[in-house]
């Protein structure tokens, strides 16, 4: 089993539309965890952190599930500029490492 | 406020030449700095990382190589690229638990 495993899609959403992914992670005793946005051909940027009791940004809401070990990003009313590729990444425990994984495709359509 | 510096933005380099690739942080010390690798339409890969002055935690047994010479910097280096060395090369810090990466550095070695 991967570290982090995330659908790879692509998601295809007509704009407006809310739209979710999901996220496991293997090692139970992870403590930290984010959602990172990629543009294509650009750097990761940091989305939202992900707490134990959920987080909102605007338009974009995280939350944690440690009993079974996913982390789920919703995204409401999409715009043509969510259109990215979003990473789950995971604290490896012990370690100053962190494990990312390969990214979901979303692409909002006009 | 902190900013991550890489250079150069785009390289070209033939199978068998030597690479260093530079990343400086600003406006913090003591950072934990983070080298990945970024093949085409692939997930990030951790090289190496390194938590202070001269150490260096080796991910990927390759041909590269990983030097913190000063604190707010960290080289990437190869003394002969191979055709698989091509990639979006990333340099990333730490600060409260969140990674920012810095615009990364894209290579192709031909």
């Known amino acids: 089993r991967k570290e982090v495993e995330q659908d790879p899609g692509p998601f295809n959403v007509p704009e407006g539309a809310t739209v979710a992914f999901n996220c496991t992670y293997s090692n139970s005793a992870s403590q930290s965890f984010f959602w990172y946005r990629q543009d294509c051909r650009k750097e990761p940027k940091l989305l939202m952190s992900v707490y134990s009791s959920g987080n909102e940004d605007g338009r974009f809401t995280a939350q944690l599930n440690r009993a079974s070990q996913y982390i789920s990003l919703l995204i409401r009313d999409s715009k043509l500029s969510d259109s990215a590729t979003y990473l789950c990444v995971v604290n490896s425990p012990g370690t100053y490492k962190y494990i990312f994984g390969t990214g979901t495709r979303l692409k909002v359509l006009a | 406020s902190q900013t991550i510096h890489q250079w150069p933005a785009t390289l070209v380099q033939p199978v068998g030449s030597p690479l260093s690739l530079e990343c400086t942080v600003e406006?913090?010390?003591?950072?934990?700095l983070y080298w990945y690798r970024q093949a085409a339409g692939r997930g990030l890969q951790l090289l190496f990382y390194?938590?202070?002055?001269?150490?260096i935690s080796s991910e990927v047994p390759q041909n590269l190589s990983a030097s913190r010479p000063q604190d707010r910097q960290f080289i990437l280096s190869s003394k002969k690229l191979l055709l698989s060395d091509s990639g979006f090369y990333l340099c990333?810090?730490?600060?409260?638990?969140?990674?920012?990466f810095g615009p990364g550095t894209r290579l192709t070695v031909t």
């Open positions: 406006g913090t010390s003591n950072p934990n």
């Open positions: 390194s938590v202070g002055i001269g150490q």
């Open positions: 990333a810090w730490i600060s409260s638990y969140e990674q920012y």
